[in-house]
């Protein structure tokens, strides 16, 4: 039987891994225990932690980690108690493995933790690049302390060995997005309405605007930015799903607040949708827009248009359906303009999505159990080096 624990930090990472935890539940040769954290525990961020008591997953601890403060006090205070109170929770129960997903700053503080206490890190999706985002740092810096890994696609993994892990604990498997868009029955137009009372009588486009943690003070900019060009858009109804925990996401959620309540006619801000009504608004929204890692890999799979607004997801291997652009009004409305166009719309029903088939947590699965069924695992990992 393999301990494995598998951390959850925010709803757009429980969404994507949903697949995995259900597979992961019902292998009769894995004691899968889920951990709860981060912005799933906040009511600043909705209490997100429901969703997944919701889907009847059972939750085997909750650990409250996120800070009060702003800035960058904030993320590193938020850090702080990770290291403490992960640390005291590995050294106690002592899981055969750590299974996480992604970039973020708390789950390399967890990580950390895992990994001074001897825990072995299952890590996905790594390899990946958002050059504008301290993600960036975080994803590579997570890759170096994992034992395993499931990057999505090929170049990925190349990028993942290049970082001197040996190829044969590297796995190309997709992305778990799209198999939780094809694994999950979505809901009617109309009962997306009635769920958000809010009325979709009119076209309509789905928006998350994160901060660009890379850049000094800009994220305020680019939003009102964004949002002037919204207000140049008079067919179109915008539903907002609002900011994580970055540094500079609390001042985000405030102005879109705001800003809903000024234009509540068209406009409808929400803390989260959770993942079965995100991803139902997307499949029935005109396009989507803002700088979310959703828009590059699940979006292209309902065979629409992203708007991807600036440098925050630059980097990141994109489908031909994804419109980069400028964070300034003028190009914002020149892409919208693309976007809603026949001729591109048209295209977009035949772009492939370049993030998998769908069938990633079986792979994920048969691979870590083939991985400890003929080796020893052994946290002292030789540097692998390749010839330039």
């Not at 309509?204 to 930015?225: A, G, S």
């Amino acid at each position: 039987m393999i301990k494995m624990d598998v951390l959850t930090t925010t709803r757009a990472e429980y969404g994507l891994m949903r697949p995995l935890i259900r597979r992961l539940m019902n292998d009769a040769d894995i004691r899968m225990r889920l951990l709860v954290t981060g912005t799933h525990l906040d009511q600043r961020f909705g209490l997100t932690y429901r969703e997944i008591e919701d889907d009847n997953i059972p939750i085997y601890k909750k650990i409250e980690i996120l800070s009060h403060s702003e800035g960058a006090l904030f993320v590193s205070e938020t850090m702080a108690n990770a290291l403490r109170l992960f640390t005291s929770y590995f050294i106690s129960e002592q899981p055969d493995f750590l299974l996480v997903d992604g970039d973020r700053y708390e789950t390399m503080a967890i990580c950390l933790a895992a990994f001074n206490a001897n825990v072995p890190i299952i890590h996905l999706s790594g390899g990946a690049t958002t050059e504008g985002a301290a993600d960036e740092f975080y994803r590579h810096a997570i890759t170096k302390m994992a034992l395993l890994h499931f990057p999505t696609t090929s170049l990925y993994r190349k990028r993942v060995i290049q970082l001197g892990e040996s190829p044969d604990r590297v796995f190309t498997v997709g992305s778990l997005g799209i198999e939780n868009i094809l694994s999950t029955n979505l809901l009617s137009k109309e009962d997306l309405e009635k769920s958000i009372n809010f009325k979709l009588d009119q076209p309509y486009c789905l928006i998350t605007f994160h901060p660009v943690t890379l850049e000094k003070m800009t994220h305020l900019d680019q939003l009102n930015e964004l949002l002037s060009a919204c207000d140049s858009i008079p067919d179109l109804k915008f539903i907002f799903t609002m900011a994580n925990a970055d540094s500079g996401g609390n001042e985000i959620n405030a102005v879109l607040l705001e800003y809903a309540m000024r234009r509540k006619d068209k406009v409808l801000c929400v803390k989260s949708l959770g993942s079965l009504r995100y991803l139902s608004a997307m499949k029935y929204c005109e396009f989507v827009m803002g700088n979310s890692s959703s828009g590059l890999i699940e979006t292209p799979s309902f065979k629409i248009p992203t708007i991807n607004i600036g440098d925050r997801q630059k980097g990141r291997i994109k489908a031909e359906s994804v419109i980069d652009c400028y964070p300034s009004k003028d190009c914002i409305l020149e892409a919208v303009t693309r976007a809603r166009s026949q001729e591109f719309r048209d295209f977009c029903k035949h772009v492939v999505n370049p993030n998998g088939d769908g069938d990633t947590s079986r792979k994920i699965v048969e691979q870590i159990k083939k991985y400890c069924k003929f080796n020893t695992i052994n946290l002292k990992k030789k540097f692998y080096d390749i010839s330039f």
